[in-house]
């Protein structure tokens, strides 16, 4: 993200809470960032099939974060190995 778009970004990522967690599959979406723009996000999806089938709805919600982004997201897909939460 732009450093001077974080603010707008966290609010518009607030509005399309509800929209990102009802995307097929989906079990956890974190969303990290740093003072700089520079951030992750790892969302938890039920099958890489799943996930992928997920891809125009992601697209889109991508899209709407166009002009706070500094360069367009690389999106990667990993097997996890744990997933762990302490109670």
């Known amino acids: 993200m732009k450093p001077d778009s974080i603010e707008a970004a966290e609010a518009l990522l607030n509005k399309l809470k509800s929209r990102i967690m ?3 599959g989906m079990h956890q979406f974190i969303n ?8 992750y996000v790892v969302a938890l999806v039920e ?3 799943t996930s992928d089938a997920n891809l125009e709805t992601v697209r ?4 709407e974060f166009a002009d706070m982004l500094a360069e367009p ?3 990667a897909g990993f097997h996890v190995l744990m997933n762990e939460t302490r109670a």
Do not use: N
């Open 22 to 24: 009802s995307m097929k």
């Open 32 to 39: 990290v960032m740093g003072e700089d723009g520079r951030g």
């Open 47 to 49: 099958s890489k099939e």
């Open 60 to 63: 889109a919600i991508w899209g």
């Open 73 to 75: 997201p690389k999106p």
